[in-house]
């Protein structure tokens, strides 16, 4: 049984970017996965403060919402993350939960600890959107949104 956690990254509800992540979603129960779908902005995730607490003690000091991502994250067969495009990055959420993934790589590399089921055959997926109303773009801009 795949496992899938799908990740909506959007700070709207039910906005472009998470309608697709919900027909990616429709895709993979056709095909007998087993779905969590977790939505950021619902969820408490303080920004990393590098305090490299993960680098010397396998686990990260800060205790939020995070710490049941990390779990759904290890467990999963695969991710899908589904986000709008801010500023040519992901929103400011998003971008804090990608941080605090920082202590997985320590466990890899510092302490050559497995994470997860070390699957070899996990996959990840990323969906993003982007666009600009033409009337804010170039020339035409003026400023003003309403």
Same mark, same amino acid.
């Given at each position: 049984?795949?496992?899938?956690?799908?990740?909506?990254?959007?700070?709207?509800?039910?906005?472009?970017?998470?309608?697709?992540?919900?027909?990616?979603? @429709?895709?993979?129960?056709? $095909?007998?996965?087993?779905?969590?779908?977790?939505?950021? !902005?619902?969820? #408490?995730?303080?920004?990393?403060?590098?305090?490299?607490?993960?680098?010397?003690?396998?686990?990260?000091?800060?205790?939020?919402?995070?710490?049941?991502?990390?779990?759904?994250?290890?467990?999963?067969?695969?991710?899908?993350?589904?986000?709008?495009?801010?500023?040519?990055?992901?929103?400011?959420?998003? @971008?804090?939960?990608?941080? $605090?993934?920082?202590?997985?790589?320590?466990?890899?590399? !510092?302490?050559? #600890?497995?994470?997860?089921?070390?699957?070899?055959?996990?996959?990840?997926?990323?969906?993003?959107?982007?666009?600009?109303?033409?009337?804010?773009?170039?020339?035409?801009?003026?400023?003003?949104?309403?």
């Amino acid at each position: 049984m795949f496992k899938l956690l799908a990740i909506s990254g959007s700070p709207r509800r039910y906005g472009n970017s998470e309608q697709l992540l919900d027909e990616f979603i @429709k895709g993979a129960l056709t $095909r007998g996965a087993v779905v969590e779908k977790i939505r950021l !902005i619902e969820r #408490k995730i303080t920004p990393c403060n590098e305090c490299l607490h993960c680098a010397k003690h396998e686990e990260c000091i800060i205790q939020d919402d995070m710490q049941y991502l990390y779990s759904a994250l290890a467990l999963a067969d695969g991710v899908v993350i589904s986000s709008p495009v801010f500023f040519m990055g992901p929103p400011s959420h998003l @971008k804090a939960m990608i941080d $605090r993934c920082q202590m997985f790589w320590c466990l890899k590399y !510092i302490f050559h #600890k497995p994470i997860g089921s070390q699957k070899t055959n996990r996959k990840g997926f990323l969906l993003t959107l982007g666009a600009l109303p033409e009337k804010f773009t170039g020339k035409n801009f003026q400023g003003n949104i309403n």
